[in-house]
């Protein structure tokens, strides 16, 4: 029986049981899989899900099996499953050189909620007001500073407004004389996550040797030297309670046992809300634009209620950027054992991939999937396994909440100040960095007045 049909087989409850071993896959080589996977990620996974259906594995360099996922039931029972059985910090070890060992990114099961619940009560929905005001007097900064006219590339410029917002409300830092060094020795520090030729050598030597590298140091050292004497200084001021930003609300934190958290812990947490928050809100921001300029009367619907003091239509934007452009494709799960999923026992040591793209462009949850429709979550909210750009589960973004509402304020302003017209007709296609899926031509547009 070919293998697919012995799943059938199995899911029925014909056959004898689940199938040990992988779903079957494209079968050309890892490191052409690894290749291809790199630079046409979404193209991809959408042929190989037209050929091996909503569960088929991948092989890539680094990186070992993984077993793509792209049917909501299977996602759901990933998300709900044992965080004990499905890993996430484990496949984020090529951050620990740079995060540190305390950031939640890469820890597992106790270690990992024990961060998370210190961290989760500075990104809860009611705290966003108190970052609100911050961010719009940030955004309507940078947005008046644009020049008119003139192609402009927005991604940069979002970039430079994400990063503002987090030295402000993360950090807490707000005079000029020292958000000065600490813009440059974060923006040089997050050049390791970002740009591939920095990631690289951590990925050719290894997490635990690349530390021993001199230019590594350096850049590490700068900006722990800054934050130190950040985070030194916090821990004497008399207005932490009053303070709003999230570095004093970590110092007022305690661990289950009532201790505080230590110099390093916040240091991680920092720079691991940094690495998440940065990128990924202004690429998913610079998608708004690009796919907002390629449907005007899209963006003039957005311009009218925006100035009616109306948020509906703007929520179902940032909703429908981020199911259509979903900055990140998939997420990953290392199974600590075998488990029985889809009809397969697949075995400990492989990586469960739900696999955001997919269900997104799925046209039985999404009629027309590749197209720019906001209005199709004016009346349906999205689903918790269906609609996914932020992951799920004990995983589940700590900062979605904080992404949202810094997307929404800035559209609002930008929109509300400028008109925006796309710098060439053509659509931008997806163009994978690091990590992120980002405009190929850096969302380029002409402001006007
Ligand atoms: C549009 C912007 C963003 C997108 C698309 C995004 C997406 C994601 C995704 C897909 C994950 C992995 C979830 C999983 O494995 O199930 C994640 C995790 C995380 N994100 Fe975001 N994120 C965004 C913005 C932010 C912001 C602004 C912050 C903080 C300021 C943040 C902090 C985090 C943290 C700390 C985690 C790790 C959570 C954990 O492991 O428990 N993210 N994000």
Not at 134 to 152: D, L
Not at 304 to 327: G, K, M, S
Not at 347 to 372: E, K, N
Request: with cysteine.
């Amino acid at each position: 029986m070919e293998a697919a049909a012995k799943v059938r087989a199995a899911a029925n409850g014909h056959g004898s049981g689940p199938i040990p071993g992988l779903p079957p896959g494209p079968r050309m080589s890892r490191a052409l899989q690894t290749a291809i996977w790199s630079r046409k990620a979404q193209w991809f996974l959408e042929q190989s899900r037209a050929r091996f259906g909503p569960m088929f594995s991948v092989k890539i360099a680094y990186e070992g099996d993984w077993v793509m996922l792209a049917d909501p039931e299977l996602v759901k029972q990933v998300f709900t499953g044992d965080p004990k059985i499905f890993h996430a910090g484990e496949g984020n070890q090529i951050l620990r050189p740079i995060l540190g060992e305390n950031s939640v990114l890469v820890l597992d099961e106790k270690p990992h909620i024990g961060q998370r619940k210190l961290l989760l009560p500075a990104f809860h929905g009611e705290r966003m007001q108190a970052y609100g005001e911050k961010m719009t007097e940030i955004a309507a900064r940078e947005i008046e500073s644009w020049p008119t006219g003139v192609p402009y590339k927005l991604r940069p410029r979002m970039q430079a407004i994400t990063l503002e917002i987090i030295i402000e409300t993360v950090f807490g830092v707000h005079e000029q004389e020292r958000m000065e060094p600490l813009r440059e020795a974060l923006r040089n520090f997050l050049d390791l996550t970002t740009n591939p030729a920095a990631l690289l050598p951590v990925l050719m030597v290894g997490p635990d040797r690349i530390k021993h590298i001199p230019a590594f140091r350096r850049r590490i050292e700068r900006v722990d030297a800054l934050i130190a004497r950040e985070i030194g200084e916090r821990r004497a001021a008399e207005d932490l309670e009053e303070r709003e930003d999230v570095l004093s609300m970590l110092l007022l934190a305690r661990h289950e046992d009532g201790s505080p958290m230590s110099d390093a812990e916040i240091r991680d947490e920092l720079l691991t809300l940094l690495v998440a928050g940065h990128e990924t809100t202004a690429t998913a921001l610079s998608w708004a634009m690009e796919r907002l300029t390629r449907h005007p009367e899209k963006l003039e619907r957005l311009r009218a209620e925006v100035a009616d003091e109306e948020d509906v239509y703007l929520t179902a934007t940032i909703q429908e950027t981020l199911r259509l452009r979903p900055v990140i494709v998939i997420v990953v799960r290392k199974l600590t054992e075998a488990v029985e999923l889809g009809g397969y026992e697949l075995p400990a040591g492989a990586g469960v991939t739900p696999c955001i793209h997919l269900i997104h462009r799925d046209p039985q949850i999404y009629p027309d999937p590749d197209r720019f429709i906001p209005e199709r979550f004016l009346d349906n909210p999205p689903g918790t396994y269906t609609w996914i750009p932020f992951g799920g589960g004990v995983r589940r973004c700590l900062g979605a909440a904080f992404a949202q509402f810094e997307m929404a304020v800035v559209l609002r302003e930008l929109v509300r100040r400028r008109e925006v017209l796309p710098a060439n007709p053509a659509s931008e296609r997806p163009f994978r960095r690091a990590i992120t899926e980002t405009p190929r031509h850096d969302a380029e547009v002409i402001l006007q007045g």
